[in-house]
Nanobody, 119 residues
Framework: QVQLVESGGGLVQAGGSLRLSCAAS????????MGWFRQAPGKEREFVARISGSGVSTYYADSVKGRFTISRDNAKNTVYLQMSSLKPEDTAVYYC????????????WGQGTQVTVSS
């Protein structure tokens, strides 16, 4: 099992930026597709973005397209989520997860990091 640890959350004003990090354990990080999800109070967890093992391919939810950027550093076993032009509706706990391929379920999950955007 891969351990995933998110960091970088916090309180930011609307229009501001934050960068989240997710550090993974193990030696096979580059084999996994990595994704970011979020869950706001009273709502279901929703997909935010994903990135292929090589980092070449990315995909975003419409709600964050053009504002968020997912990237990864396989040498550091870390995936990032750069969030810009933040809105109050981006307030949520953000989670990272991995999957062995797009056909597989998301397997391992981090504990989450809180992002709060004030208006």
């Amino acid at each position: 099992q891969v351990q995933l640890v998110e960091s970088g959350g916090g309180l930011v004003q609307a229009g501001g930026s934050l960068r989240l990090s997710c550090a993974a354990s193990g030696r096979t990080f580059s084999r996994y597709v990595m994704g970011w999800f979020r869950q706001a109070p009273g709502k279901e967890r929703e997909f935010v973005a994903r990135i292929s093992g090589s980092g070449v391919s990315t995909y975003y939810a419409d709600s964050v397209k053009g504002r968020f950027t997912i990237s990864r550093d396989n040498a550091k076993n870390t995936v990032y989520l750069q969030m810009s032009s933040l809105k109050p509706e981006d307030t949520a706990v953000y989670y990272c997860a991995n999957q062995q391929s797009y056909a597989n379920s998301w397997r391992d999950w981090g504990q989450g990091t809180q992002v709060t955007v004030s208006s």
